[in-house]
């Protein structure tokens, strides 16, 4: 351990990971020491005036860093004049524990007023709009934009998946249709109109994850005969809750890639006891139809497998 990792180590707290500037010099750190912190790996800069345990960052999921993005920018502007907007955007989805998917690092906030840039930096998107009541909701102490508000913005500057991902999952936490239909009525001839149309006209809250939702609208593109989400089969091992089927064909179609964008994986476990689940629908006379993520984007491939099952 070298001196400024003991000093580090004597002045504060183990359990405490993200440092203010004026923290560190507080505690006796200079801005030589912070500078050796960060080149021997100890400390990593995050943004202006904020330092992380490198550790402590390195073990944190993609999602994790994303959320830690957003509270430790609030953090590091806690005495600053920026302080006057809200979370909104992507940075409120990832509050809001909303599925993102392919879209940028930057911290977005809102200010009602001609944005401030003043503590902000780079990293940090500023957005001018109006905040109407009902917009503003508290996730413990900070201040982020109402789900309904937040697939508005998305939807209003995202393409139009990235923003669909986003709905579906906002609808199924709790997120209100008819608040979205009428927000989208008043927004007649705003920037971004058209894809928050037709985000809001095919959202759907049945889908539980980013690649269900890609998929169900892959299958509406193609055209294909849309199939029943989240159906419940009964098979000699019990009820079984399937992504998509298509009853009068006896198809079922499961998406599988999870893992490869998001934080999930599947224990040995759970592995073991899907590929029973299979068998036995299977032995119910259903075709089993697997995709992952990359069969979504071979469009031709995709249709063909499924127009296969279908026979």
Not at 5 to 12: D, E, K, R, S, W
Not at 134 to 140: H, P, Q, T
Not at 212 to 234: A, G, V
Request: glycine share 8%; net charge positive; with cysteine.
């Amino acid at each position: 351990m070298s001196p400024d990792q003991a000093h580090l180590a004597a002045a504060f707290p183990a359990g405490k990971v993200a440092y203010r500037t004026a923290q560190l010099r507080e505690g006796g750190l200079g801005p030589r020491a912070v500078r050796r912190l960060v080149e021997d790996g100890t400390l990593l800069r995050l943004r202006p005036g904020c330092y992380v345990r490198s550790a402590w960052w390195n073990r944190l999921s993609d999602d994790g860093r994303r959320r830690n993005r957003v509270l430790l920018h609030g953090f590091a502007t806690l005495t600053t004049s920026a302080r006057g907007y809200v979370y909104s955007h992507t940075s409120a989805a990832s509050l809001h524990g909303l599925y993102l998917w392919h879209v940028d690092e930057l911290v977005h906030v809102t200010q009602e007023s001609k944005p401030s840039r003043a503590g902000c930096g780079k990293d940090t998107a500023v957005h001018t709009r109006a905040l109407a009541e009902g917009d503003v909701v508290e996730l413990g102490r900070t201040k982020v934009t109402s789900l309904e508000r937040t697939v508005i913005d998305c939807a209003l500057t995202l393409p139009y998946k990235q923003a669909l991902i986003i709905a579906d999952h906002a609808l199924r936490l709790g997120a209100s249709l008819p608040k979205l239909l009428a927000a989208a009525g008043r927004l007649a001839s705003h920037r971004g109109i058209r894809t928050l149309r037709r985000v809001l006209r095919f959202a759907d809250p049945r889908s539980e994850s980013p690649g269900e939702t890609l998929t169900r609208d892959l299958l509406r593109e193609l055209l294909f005969e849309m199939p029943e989400l989240q159906l419940w089969i009964t098979t000699r091992l019990g009820r079984h809750r399937v992504d998509f089927a298509w009853v009068k064909r006896r198809v079922v179609l499961e998406f599988d890639g999870k893992g490869k964008y998001f934080d999930y994986r599947p224990t040995d476990e759970a592995i073991y006891r899907e590929r029973k689940r299979e068998v036995a629908l299977i032995e119910s006379g259903w075709t089993v139809l697997r995709i992952e993520w990359r069969d979504l984007f071979d469009e031709a491939a995709f249709k063909a497998r499924v127009l296969a099952a279908l026979g």
